[in-house]
């Protein structure tokens, strides 16, 4: 089976452009989560959706904002990009489980996002 | 302190030997424990999941959880160079969140 998919796989931005980066999950997946992994670092959350809705929200910036669709893909849109912002994106899904301990995700290849 | 807490090592083990890998974590009420094996430049690929104390096997890797003391370790054996990566610990850190906090990983070396 597929796993996920994300595109694009590279990006370079300047400054203050904006960038949006898409995720497809694994097919009956309905959650899909987003990190970002800075270099040398680990994965930090950024938010989560679950059938079209916010469910999670972590430390992402103002400047961002995601959405996901009836299909399950996710969108990030980030604008205003800054040198900081530079880091591997990362899409993880998940199968929905009424209890959420029961959480395993699968990450795609990512986004590789540079910022000049 | 980090919410999860990983030796950065490196870790270097001979081929064939075991490795052994240690996470703590802090908040007591954490449910589920997750290892991620993460080589260079590449995404974190889910190996091992443990939710309830004790032991779980599948191939050469077994996790253990220990609630009571709160760490989590990942056992490989028989040891391959193909097992040199970064491996990350994730939890659910508070009840009822999905989302993963992720320890520093330990990179695990296997010497040939």
């Known amino acids: 089976a597929a796993g996920v998919i994300q595109s694009p796989r590279h990006l370079i931005k300047e400054k203050r452009e904006t960038a949006t980066l898409k995720c497809y999950p694994i097919?009956?997946?309905?959650?899909v989560y987003w990190y970002q992994q800075g270099p040398g670092q680990d994965p930090q959350f950024l938010i989560s959706f679950y059938e079209k809705m916010q469910s999670d929200k972590g430390s992402i910036p103002d400047r961002f904002s995601a959405q996901q669709f009836s299909d399950y893909h996710s969108e990030l849109n980030m604008s205003s990009l800054e040198l900081g912002d530079s880091a591997l994106y990362f899409c993880?899904?998940?199968?929905?489980?009424?209890?959420?301990?029961?959480?395993?995700?699968?990450f795609g290849p990512g986004t590789r996002l540079t910022v000049l | 302190q980090k919410e999860v807490e990983q030796n950065s090592g490196p870790l270097s083990v001979p081929e064939g030997a075991i490795a052994s890998l240690n996470c703590t974590y802090s908040d007591r009420g954490s449910q589920s424990f997750f290892w991620y094996r993460q080589y260079s430049g590449k995404s974190p690929e889910l190996i091992m999941f443990i939710y309830s104390n004790g032991d779980k096997e599948d191939g050469r890797f077994t996790a253990q959880l220990n609630k009571a003391s709160q760490y989590v370790s990942l056992l490989i054996r028989d040891s391959q160079p193909s097992d040199s990566a970064t491996y990350l610990c994730a939890v659910n850190i508070s009840t009822g969140r999905r989302a993963l906090t992720f320890g520093s990983g330990t990179r695990l070396q296997v010497q040939p």
């Open positions: 097919s009956r997946h309905d959650t």
């Open positions: 993880a899904s998940s199968f929905h489980k009424a209890d959420p301990s029961y959480n395993e995700q699968f």
